[in-house]
Each structure stands twice: as structure tokens, then as C-alpha cells.
Nanobody
Framework: VQLQASGGGSVQAGGSLRLSCAAS????????MAWYRQGPGKERGLVAS???????NYADSVKGRFTISRDHAKNTMDLQMNSLKPEDTAVYYC???????????WGNGTLVTVSS
């Protein structure tokens, strides 16, 4: 599985961005997908995840502001980010899990910069 993330950029606080992750390869056996982020001087952490049945999970810091979605037909996963804050500044990574082979796959990072 190959993952390609896009949609990062610079925005002012309060603004919005939409990230997208396109999957290719053995996409039929992808189970859950997720967005992670790594801010300056911080460890990479979970932002949001979505399972194959559509169940969603969010980090407390983004609940009510971010929405994760997935299009099985297009093999894409999106992250709609609203009401962005400077602390959301980070490199965002998409991740996919294939439980059948017990492997996880990471995409390239896309930088989100939120200025105050």
C-alpha cells in the first residue's frame, strides 16, 4: 500500500484546511486509516482515525473542529480542519492498517502552519 498526503498549507488562526490521503496498491484489505501529526519538538500523535465500518475516533484537542472521512470507492481519506489554532501547526501524516498481514503503512507528511 502506498499513501500520498496532500492539502497542507499556511492559514491564519480560525481558518480551515482540508487534507487528503490517496491510497494505492492493496487497498481492498485496508482496515482502519488515521491521521497523525508531529508538531515542533513533539512526538507524533494520533489526530483522528476511521475504521472500515466508519467508526471515528478523535483526539480531545480536535474534537468538534476536525472531521475525518473516507471514500472507499476512491480509496481516499480526508481530514476537514476548521477553527484552526496555532497549536495545530504540525506535519500531518496519514496511516493505513492491514490486519490481514499485520502491517501499517505511512504516507508522506504534509505541513500545516497556523499563524496567530
Amino acid at each position: 500500500v502506498q499513501l500520498q498526503a496532500s492539502g497542507g498549507g499556511s492559514v491564519q488562526a480560525g481558518g480551515s484546511l482540508r487534507l487528503s490521503c490517496a491510497a494505492s496498491g492493496s487497498t481492498a484489505t485496508i482496515n482502519s486509516m488515521a491521521w497523525y501529526r508531529q508538531g515542533p519538538g513533539k512526538e507524533r500523535g494520533l489526530v483522528a482515525s476511521i475504521s472500515s465500518d466508519g467508526s471515528r475516533n478523535y483526539a480531545d484537542s480536535v474534537k468538534g473542529r476536525f472531521t475525518i472521512s473516507r471514500d472507499h470507492a476512491k480509496n481516499t481519506m480526508d481530514l476537514q480542519m476548521n477553527s484552526l489554532k496555532p497549536e495545530d501547526t504540525a506535519v500531518y501524516y496519514c496511516k493505513a492498517d492491514r490486519s490481514i498481514v499485520r502491517k501499517s503503512y505511512w504516507g508522506n507528511g504534509t505541513l500545516v502552519t497556523v499563524s496567530s
